[in-house]
């Protein structure tokens, strides 16, 4: 599985970088998706990074969220939090598709929880 890090507490407008790490393997060049899971809502993928760093990101939150990545991290990097922002975000994958849209999500992280507040 993933394991995801990074995740706090922040003030509206602040910024934060989550990172995800496989679990006893590298992530090379597969696909990863983040995906945010806020109180009572439908968990909701947000970003989705190629292998070669290519990005897709939801409407919502263009602008604000970006990905990178490198060998073995994949990193998801917020900017301007709102409040509505507050969530668990994952990440998941199934290591064997490179490019996005991932067909399925074999493997997921615990989550970080992210909480933007004043």
């Known amino acids: 599985q993933f394991v995801e890090s990074g995740g706090g507490s922040v003030q509206p407008g602040g910024t934060l970088k989550l990172s995800c790490t496989g679990s006893?393997?590298?992530?090379?060049?597969?696909?990863v998706a983040w995906f945010l899971q806020a109180p009572n809502r439908e968990r909701e993928r947000v970003l989705c990074?190629?292998?070669?760093?290519k990005i897709d990101v939801i409407d919502s939150v263009k602008g604000r969220f970006t990905g990178s990545r490198d060998h073995a991290t994949v990193y998801l990097e917020m900017s301007s939090l709102k409040p509505e922002d507050t969530a668990i975000y994952f990440c998941?994958?199934?290591?064997?598709?490179?490019?996005?849209?991932?067909?399925?999500?074999?493997?997921w992280g615990p989550g970080a929880q992210v909480s933007v507040s004043s």
């Open positions: 998941a994958a199934d290591l064997t598709t490179n490019t996005c849209p991932i067909p399925r999500y074999l493997y």
């Open positions: 990074i190629e292998g070669n760093g």
């Open positions: 006893g393997f590298i992530l090379g060049h597969s696909a």
